[in-house]
């Protein structure tokens, strides 16, 4: 019952008509007004803002908004895997063989997520990550390593819910929602996927970094609302920390695991 009225209700608010007007009026100037209430609200940590509230213009301003400078600072170990946001770890595991991940008790295909048959074989095995963003988290997004961008691509059209209970009751939201996905080879020599997914109502996702060569710690991209990062690790080429326990609150630039140097495929 509580799954079909869930879905109901992420179909009634979810269509072109209602994505367009939230979206129209997040950048509106009026939308000013709302941002102390909206601050207040989610408890923003206003001292490692770049600006001061009354600086931003729009609420999609401050909803994208920058840190001060070293207020996120990523692990200096070359083999350290950072978060690339702040976030709730909602989920961590393994790939199964069939390709298949398990978060929330429900199956999703990461053949569908990736959308190509071609790349996924290779995280067979491999471990996932998935981390949401609620509307109270700094929403740009950083490179969890270094290494070279060798593809990047865009699937999928509407966005349903990536919170706890949109990945329990929601339709495949990780392999069916508006994503942008960035594949890098790290330093380690392994492969790992970002796979950047659309929240409710608005699919702005915008890559930000230039070129193809990646810095651990650096902007790559940014969320205009509250959404989901799923990271995608070759096999045999990365540990977590053994202290992850999820639910597990997180910064950018925090220790999530190693890249392992002797990998075997």
Known sequence: MIQSFYRLMIELTNGKWTSSLLKRFALSKASRLFIPSFAKLYQINES???KDLKDYHTLHDFFTRKLKAGARIPDQ????????VDAVIEDIGMIEPSHIITVKGKNYSIKEMLGDDRKVEKYSSGHYMI????????????????????????????????NKYGLKYGKDSLSKNYRKITEVKHAGGGFLSIVKVGAMFVNSIEVIHEGDDLIKGNEMAYFSFGSTV????????????SSIHVPFDVNVGD?????SLGRTN
Request: glycine share 6%; aromatic share 14%.
């Open 48 to 50: 490692e803002m770049e």
């Open 77 to 84: 170990n070359p083999q350290a895997v950072s978060s690339p």
């Open 131 to 162: 981390f949401y963003l609620s509307p109270s988290h700094y929403h740009r997004i950083h490179s969890p390593v270094s290494g070279k961008v060798v593809d990047q691509w865009t699937l999928g059209g509407k966005s349903y819910p990536v």
């Open 230 to 241: 799923v990271l995608l690790f070759e096999k045999n080429s990365f540990e977590p920390l």
């Open 255 to 259: 220790c999530i695991g190693y890249i």
